[in-house]
């Protein structure tokens, strides 16, 4: 069993930054890929970033590439998402995720490739 429960999120300003937190607690954690995903109000909930059970190797969507570095502390059990120069289309709920199978591969940026979520942060980037 995996619970995951991600803070950091809040109201900020274009071109503002948040880092994003994913705190887990269970023994996989460590051994786990894990991603991040952002769902905006009447869209579907998208990939945005994920990262290796070493951090050794990370994959973003093309929309935040280059603005937001996702990085984890395994000896902390937590994933970060660093959110720079924000934008309005940023706004979304973010959650953070267990991938199911270690490393990439097949499904990384779908829904059906994680096993275990947040209850999800809010983030609002006003223009």
């Known amino acids: 069993q995996l619970q995951l429960v991600e803070s950091g999120g809040g109201l900020v300003q274009t071109g503002g930054s948040l880092r994003l937190s994913c705190a887990a607690s269970?023994?996989?954690?460590?051994?786990?890929?894990m991603g991040w995903f952002r769902q905006a109000p009447g869209k579907e909930r998208d990939f945005v970033a994920a990262?290796?059970?070493?951090?050794?190797?990370?994959y973003y969507a093309d929309s935040v590439k280059g603005r937001f570095t996702i990085s984890r502390d395994n000896a902390k059990n937590t994933v970060y998402l660093q959110m720079n120069n924000l934008k309005p289309e940023d706004t979304a709920v973010y959650y953070c995720?267990?991938?199911?199978?270690?490393?990439?591969?097949?499904?990384?940026?779908?829904?059906?490739?994680?096993?275990?979520w947040g209850q999800g942060t809010q983030v609002t980037v006003s223009s």
């Open positions: 995720a267990r991938k199911m199978t270690s490393g990439f591969g097949p499904r990384l940026t779908t829904l059906a490739g994680y096993d275990y």
């Open positions: 990262i290796t059970w070493s951090g050794g190797y990370t």
């Open positions: 269970g023994r996989t954690f460590a051994s786990s890929t």
